[in-house]
Each structure stands twice: as structure tokens, then as C-alpha cells.
């Protein structure tokens, strides 16, 4: 509540679009998060909320929980996903189309590799993410997705666009995305 409330002063506003819950606290029982969450809507100090980074039994669990306790229910859920990053198809997207969650993916250019600034074998520019951070490269920079960017790089040229173009259209059309962050 504390937090909120200072970053209302911060912000100079009244109250807040969206309030993410970033990860599960696994400690406190998702009752108790709920309500803390319902209280801030309830004051108006923010309209809606979502989460970020939860498991998709930890949404189920909080899309029951809410509707036992007649609490506000979560609207969005911000998680990773991009065209080489795609593990929250398998259980996250279906659970946020069941509860009706609007998705708003991070790190949608996979920290860069598919800005088409990379190329394979080659070392990465020193004023770059890639350049900068091993632990970006290591984690982005494998032959699988070396060899998807290739292939993506020579459809969007094929068609006369650029690799933003195809990873941020790609992730706008997807049903569940709401925006892009």
C-alpha cells in the first residue's frame, strides 16, 4: 500500500492504468496478494490489475481464488515471448485464453538477436546489448535460434521487410497479445 502510494506522488497522478504483480510471492498465500490488489482498486488508486512471470497453474490458482472471493480478477499477464522465445505456448497462452488475459510480452526482439544486427559468425558490435552483456548472448546466441533468424532474415526480405517488422507484426497478430512491450 505504501509502495502505491508513493508512486502516485511520483507519477503525479491519481492512480495507475495497470498494476503488474511482478513474479508470485510463494510465501504469501495468493488470498491475501488478492485482496491487497482488490483494496487498491477499491480505493481507485488503480484500475486494473496483471501479473508477470507467473506459471500457469499460479494464474488458474488466482483466476479461482478471485472468483471465490468475488475480488478483482487479474486482466493481463506480461511474460517473455518472441519468435525464437516461444515455451508459454505449450501451458501459459491457453490459461490466459481460458481467463481472458491479455498478453503483453517482454523482450519481444529477444534483447536484440532479432533486429537483424546480428549476424552468424560474426562477433557482436561493442556498443550493442550483445556486446555489452555475455549473459544476454549466451542466453540468445544458440545455433537453433542462429538458424531461425537466418531463415527469418531471408522470408522478410523476400516480402521487403525488415526483421522488426516480422517480430513485432508476428507478436501483434497473435489473438492473446494486447501490446508489445
Known sequence: MNAVGARLGRLTTDYI???????YEPLTPIEETLRALDDLVRQGKVRYIGNSNFPAWRIAEAEYVARTMNVTRFVSCQDEYSLVVRDIEKDLLPAAQE?????????????????????KGEAPPDDTRFGKVQ???????????????????????????TMLELAFSWLAARPQVASVI
Open 99 to 119: 481467463y481472458n488475459l491479455g498478453l503483453l510480452p517482454f523482450f519481444p526482439l529477444a534483447s536484440g538477436l532479432l533486429t537483424g544486427k546480428y549476424r
Open 17 to 23: 492504468d495497470l498494476y503488474q504483480e511482478q513474479d
Open 135 to 161: 549473459r544476454f548472448r549466451d542466453r540468445y546466441v544458440t545455433p537453433r535460434n542462429e538458424e531461425i533468424v537466418e531463415k527469418l532474415q531471408a522470408f522478410a526480405q523476400a516480402r521487403g521487410h
